[in-house]
């Protein structure tokens, strides 16, 4: 069982940043990062091997959001630069078991944690 905690999200002006936390217990070789607006499915945002190494980012934020990890402390961050009111939405980590599980899809992710609200808004 991996256990995944989120913090970092609130609410920002559009052209501001934010940066997302995930605490994960150890058992996972994929994290990755989803956000889901309002009335709209769950959405692969970016991901990352835990051993090293960048899976995937979407395109609506390539050059926008970086993911990294900090092994050290077993946790993935999401730094989210320039955001626009699009970016809105519940943000999600999420780990898989294994690494081809590592991408945009959400049913090859085995755990999940509770999320975190990003609001981009003037």
Do not use: H
């Amino acid at each position: 069982q991996v256990r995944l905690v989120e913090s970092g999200g609130g609410s920002v002006q559009p052209g501001g940043s934010l940066i997302l936390s995930c605490a994960a217990s150890e058992g996972s070789r994929c994290i990755g990062w989803f956000r889901q607006a309002p009335g709209k499915e769950r959405e692969g945002v970016a991901a990352m091997y835990t051993g090293g190494g960048v899976a995937y980012y979407d395109e609506s934020v390539r050059g926008r959001f970086t993911i990294s990890q900090d092994n050290a402390e077993d946790r993935v961050y999401l730094l989210m630069t320039t955001l626009k009111p699009e970016d809105t939405g519940m943000y999600y980590c999420a780990a898989a078991e294994e690494t081809r599980s590592c991408g945009p899809l959400p049913r090859y992710y085995n755990y999940w944690g509770q999320g975190t609200q990003v609001t981009v808004s003037s």
